[in-house]
């Protein structure tokens, strides 16, 4: 498997991978806005013998928080792994590098992202592979009403 930049032409796949693995969809338009504006944080998972995207993480750069603050930010829109290719360790990989870029070409100050408060596969992750803290909890966030956690990570503090 081999983890590179998403191209326009994998925006398809990554939708495609997204409906699989999550209830939260998005319309195509969305993936083409994150494509064309945000090219860079987009990466995926490609299965080098099926030519397959088994993972991708959709990512956004944005200025202004839930608080209204201004401070440059990354931010996590979607994040999935096929079933078939769990626990390989992808999602870390595309995620550090998603952060890489978040950091280094728009030096941004931290990354947010939501996350069901059940979904322990992916809390894992965040806090104990990649230092996310949770910085609240959204009640009702999802259609469901489940609860979401507001999480960051900081690459810089403000100065
Ligand atoms: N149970 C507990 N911890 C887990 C699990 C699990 N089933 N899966 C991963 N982790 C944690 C572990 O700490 C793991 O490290 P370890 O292997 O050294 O123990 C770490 O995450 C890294 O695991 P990866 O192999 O990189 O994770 P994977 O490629 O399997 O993908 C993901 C994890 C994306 C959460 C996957 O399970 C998935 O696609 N789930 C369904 C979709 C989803 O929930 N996406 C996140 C929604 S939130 C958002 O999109 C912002």
């Known amino acids: ?90 999602a870390n990989k595309v995620m550090q590098s998603t952060h890489r870029d978040m950091d280094k070409i728009f030096e941004s100050h931290y990354v947010s992202l939501h996350v069901r408060v059940s979904n322990r596969a992916a809390l894992g992750l965040y806090r104990d592979k990649l230092g996310y803290e949770t910085f609240d909890t959204e009640e009702k966030y999802y259609a469901d009403d489940e609860n979401a956690y507001n999480m960051r990570k900081w690459f810089r503090k403000k100065a």
């Not at 699989?20 to 083409?32: A, D, G, I, Q, R």
């Not at 088994?54 to 209204?68: F, I, P, R, S, T």
């Open 1 to 90: 498997v081999s983890i590179r930049r998403a191209e326009m032409q994998d925006l398809q796949h990554m939708q495609h991978c997204n409906l699989w693995c999550l209830p939260e969809n998005y319309t195509y338009k969305y993936y083409l806005y994150h494509g064309m504006v945000w090219q860079s944080l987009l990466y995926v998972a490609e299965d080098i013998n099926s030519g397959r995207i088994v993972g991708y993480v959709l990512a956004k750069q944005d200025e202004e928080d839930e608080e209204g603050t201004k401070l440059e930010h990354g931010h996590i829109t979607s994040l999935s792994v096929l079933r078939t290719h769990r626990k390989l360790g992808l």
